[in-house]
């Protein structure tokens, strides 16, 4: 698979999962959490992947270099957003808020790499390029989304434990 045809598979899948988000109410105690760390896993798998192989490699030819920076930015902005959310109580009020914010960007991030990056990639890259990168790119993308599933089973472990030491007290 080449790398634009594995993001644009990665893309898909994000959207499906933020439309079943962006479908839950504030009483979803059980599905928010459950899709919330899905999208979490999946994104992070996904900004690695992005952010250790075709981002550097696209970044060297000197017409994309402006464009990656930004998607660079664009990862860092919805990575703030959503470490706030993780600490957000599902049914409080303003997680639907933090998560359309999130989900907006994510969308914007998405159209522009679509509409203009990839664009750029498929002039600076013959085929057999792209194809190296999806390799290794799909090689990566497995070992990162053990990866991720961890350290966010970790972070959510400690949170909880957290959250149970503070009801103690």
């Known amino acids: 698979m080449n790398a634009i045809d594995l993001l644009e598979s990665d893309h898909r899948t ?3 999962v933020m439309e079943e988000i962006e479908a839950t109410t504030d009483r979803a105690i059980k599905t928010r959490p459950e899709l919330f760390r899905k999208f979490r896993v999946l994104l992070s798998t996904h900004e690695v ?12 030819h000197p017409k994309a270099r402006d464009i990656v920076l930004e998607g660079y930015e664009e990862h860092h902005v919805v990575d ?5 959310i993780k600490d957000v109580p599902v049914d409080d009020e303003t997680w639907g808020a933090k998560a359309k914010v999130m ?17 750029q990639a498929r002039a600076a ?3 057999e390029e792209l194809e190296q990168l999806g390799e290794r ?22 949170s909880t434990a957290k959250a149970a030491g503070g009801a103690m007290a």
């Open 14 to 16: 994000l959207k499906g």
């Open 49 to 60: 992947i992005e952010e250790t192989i075709f981002y550097p490699a696209l970044k060297e």
């Open 80 to 84: 703030e957003v959503m470490d706030e």
């Open 103 to 119: 989900i907006e960007n994510v969308r914007h991030h998405m159209q522009e790499e679509e509409d203009e990056m990839f664009r």
């Open 125 to 127: 890259f013959n085929r």
């Open 137 to 158: 790119m799909e090689q990566r993308k497995k070992d990162a989304m053990v990866e991720q599933e961890a350290a966010i089973d970790e972070e959510m472990g400690r």
